[in-house]
């Protein structure tokens, strides 16, 4: 019996219970409803002679009792009294005064019944306990929250993947290829066994959130058709000592049961995190997890036919034990998709979704540069939707363009009342940003340019449309993006009176920019080639808490006045470009000022 089943049943054992007490409790109060006659009433009946017979009943705790009368209308009326005795006197006295012959009499004093007073409490107890005994049951064998269950493992076994394989996964060409090794191995192990090959124990999956790691898994368990065994990292620990460790024992133990199989463990840096690095030593909950998952992946205990998959997007946090050869003997790059990637990814995206002529999944792939499987799948979906509001039998290019600034940007707030004064200033700002991502070559060219302000709190905004993925940048790319960045506040100081705050984004990601490339990419002449990156973001609380920068005081002004430099030389060039195009300037922001939205070929025109 199952624990729904069980838990049905319990249910209706209360409910069963709760209507015998009703009834039980009914059966002796249903007496003691109250009513209007009372003993007052009695007595006047009494005079005017109404009263057919009298019965006074006693109860144990004598004088107690109650009245049972007869009225000669044929109804009969029940009154409790106090005091039997005063009822006999006041009777006697109206009998004689009144010439009444009716004769009350007394009967004997009511016994409780052995089984209203024994038996049922009894019974009553025995269902409460029988019923309290199989709740009990039920919980202990109901999963892995409660004290019995805290060593179970939570994996769940997936025994067949049901419509997963690799033609499901698009833009990862040579991360299927290095992962269809293991599912031949699982298919054909005597082909490898035979030559003295030894399959790689675990397979590390690592790369960016949303990248589609954990879909890699699910359909290298669909090609091999074995058993596969999925967990997270963060169900291993407990904050009892010993629980995670056993947990890892007790996967293992039934994976070896279901042998050969693939144990697949997501986002695994929650319990193999770098050892040495907390607060509290060596001894707690999570490294003991990890040791006993170093041991049961290399060990003196035997896994045969056991492959281990991970995914993590913090390999840089993982402990050096599990990531040697042995363990995870190979490492997967799953990378940020390029155009190619990207393109392949919509289309699989596209299968089940009513797309219009006008869709160019080419363009979209190149304006979704940086963008992930995950991402795309997403905005695609927000496509839908908005068609959908819209009672649209298809999506259109519209649609997806509307998509991509809600996601990437934020979603357009054309309502918003926006003065004059303030449109123009944004007309302008955007317009200095446009001119340079067009003359610039490695930046360009334009996309669209808005002055309508989104949800991310920005007044407008410029979209480049970028020719080609890159996989490194340049010195000189570098460079004009920071003179990008700049081109709104230019634009605002050679045109307004006065400058606005509408920059500060844009100065920041120009000073970031700036300071990577003097500390951390060499790309400063006055420094070298020196790295002077902090890794801020990697501390380890315990084995960094006293962090300091590996540089001294003056190198850090150094490099103060070097970042100042940069940006100064890139706003100085900027300025003169954006002085050169005055014409092209001012056209642009009347031409926002009365669309309030261009594509790229209605900016490339006033060029």
Do not use: W
Request: charged share 25%.
């Amino acid at each position: 019996m199952n624990n729904r089943n069980r838990n049905k049943f319990a249910r209706l054992y209360f409910v069963g219970i709760l209507i015998v007490l009703i009834v039980i409790a009914y059966s002796f109060t249903k007496d003691m409803v109250r009513s209007d006659y009372g003993y007052s009433n009695y007595l006047q009946d009494l005079k005017d002679g109404n009263i057919e017979s009298l019965t006074i009943k006693q109860n144990k705790e004598v004088p107690t009792g109650k009245l049972v009368i007869k009225l000669k209308s044929g109804s009969t009326k029940v009154v409790y009294v106090s005091d039997v005795n005063k009822v006999t006197e006041d009777t006697d006295k109206i009998k004689a005064d009144n010439n009444i012959t009716i004769k009350p009499y007394v009967d004997d004093v009511s016994r409780d019944s052995v089984f209203l007073t024994t038996i049922v409490p009894m019974i009553l107890l025995g269902i409460v306990v029988v019923v309290v005994i199989m709740m009990m049951n039920a919980n202990a064998n109901g999963g892995g929250g409660k004290m019995a269950n805290f060593g179970k493992s939570r994996a769940k076994l997936v025994v067949e993947v049901k419509n997963m394989d690799f033609s499901k996964v698009a833009g990862l060409e040579e991360e299927k290829e290095e992962l269809e090794e293991i599912v031949d191995f699982l298919k054909n192990p005597k082909k490898y066994i035979g030559l003295g090959a030894r399959i790689p124990k675990g397979i590390l999956l690592e790369g960016p959130p949303g990248t589609g790691k954990t879909l890699l898994a699910k359909a290298t368990a669909g090609e091999a058709g074995v058993p596969f065994f999925t967990i997270s990292g963060s169900d291993f620990v407990e904050m009892f000592v010993g629980v995670g460790a056993s947990r890892v024992r007790d996967l293992f133990a039934e994976a070896k049961k279901n042998a050969p199989c693939i144990i697949f463990i997501d986002e695994i840096d929650a319990v193999a995190r770098r050892r040495g690095t907390g607060m509290g030593g060596g001894h707690d909950e999570r490294e003991q997890t990890l040791n006993q998952m170093l041991v049961e992946m290399d060990g003196f205990g035997v896994n045969e036919g056991i492959i281990v998959m991970a995914a993590t997007n913090r390999v840089d946090i993982l402990d050096p034990a599990i990531l040697r050869p042995g363990r995870f003997d190979r490492k997967v790059m799953v990378g940020r998709p390029d155009v190619k990637g990207r393109k392949e990814i919509l289309e699989v995206h596209v299968k089940n979704k009513p797309i219009g002529d006008d869709v160019d999944l080419q363009q979209i792939a190149q304006i979704t540069a940086g963008f992930t499987g995950a991402d795309l799948e997403n905005l695609l979906n927000e496509a839908a939707i908005l068609a959908a509001k819209q009672n649209q039998a298809y999506i259109t290019q519209n649609e997806i363009n509307q998509a991509m600034i809600k996601v990437g940007i934020g979603k357009e707030k054309k309502s918003k009342i926006i003065s004059e004064k303030e449109k123009r200033i944004t007309a302008y700002h955007e317009s200095g940003h446009a001119i340079l991502f067009h003359v610039l070559p490695d930046v360009g060219p334009v996309h669209t340019v808005s002055v309508i302000p989104t949800g991310a709190g920005a007044a407008g905004y410029t979209m480049p449309l970028p020719a080609k993925d890159e996989m490194f940048l340049t010195k000189g790319k570098m460079l004009q993006e920071i003179m990008v960045s700049l081109g709104g506040r230019i634009a605002e100081e050679l045109i307004l009176d006065d400058i606005t705050t509408g920059a500060s984004q844009d100065i920041k990601q120009a000073t970031a920019a700036a300071k990577a490339m003097v500390t951390k990419y060499g790309f400063s002449e006055k420094l070298g080639l020196i790295n002077y990156d902090d890794d801020s973001d990697d501390v380890f609380i315990g084995r960094d808490l006293a962090h300091s920068k590996a540089y001294g005081e003056s190198t850090a002004s150094a490099i103060d006045e070097e970042v100042r430099r940069i940006v100064e030389d890139c706003y100085k060039k900027a300025k003169e470009i954006i002085e050169r195009h005055m014409e092209q300037l001012h056209a642009s922001a009347a031409l926002l000022m009365e669309k309030e939205k261009i594509g790229q070929e209605e900016f490339e025109a006033l060029f």
